[in-house]
């Protein structure tokens, strides 16, 4: 059974940085997708970013593009989300996810295996 825990959310002003990291443990994810989302009040979780299997450039939604920087150990078992130019709008819960190789984009949640119990992130204005 593969746990993921996140760490590094907090409270933080607009225009500020935080960095989120994800440890894996069960057995070795060299083989999946690890990445994130997030989920605000009210609303539905939303794809954040993904970094594939085979370490090739992540993925990022349109919204975090150019502030955050998604990346992984594979022989740590961990990933991370570097959050730059934080704006109140980001505020969520944020999610740890892997998932086994997709033929779809890798943005819809069912296409995780496994989840974090997540992480908040706050940001005041």
């Known amino acids: 059974q593969v746990q993921l825990v996140e760490f590094g959310g907090g409270l933080v002003q607009a225009g500020g940085s935080l960095r989120l990291s994800c440890t894996a443990s069960?057995?070795?994810?060299?083989?999946?997708?690890m990445g994130w989302f997030r989920q605000a009040p009210g609303k539905e979780r939303e794809f954040v970013s993904r970094?594939?299997?085979?370490?090739?450039?992540?993925s990022y939604a349109d919204s975090v593009k150019g502030r955050f920087t998604a990346s992984r150990d594979f022989a740590m078992n961990t990933a991370s989300l570097q959050m730059d130019s934080l704006k109140p709008e980001d505020t969520a819960i944020y999610f740890c996810?892997?998932?086994?190789?997709?033929?779809?984009?890798?943005?819809?949640?069912?296409?995780?295996?496994?989840w974090g119990q997540g992480t908040q992130v706050t940001v005041s204005s």
């Open positions: 970094v594939d299997w085979d370490g090739s450039s992540p």
């Open positions: 069960g057995r070795s994810l060299s083989n999946y997708a």
């Open positions: 996810v892997a998932g086994p190789p997709t033929t779809g984009r890798g943005t819809n949640v069912l296409e995780y295996e496994y």
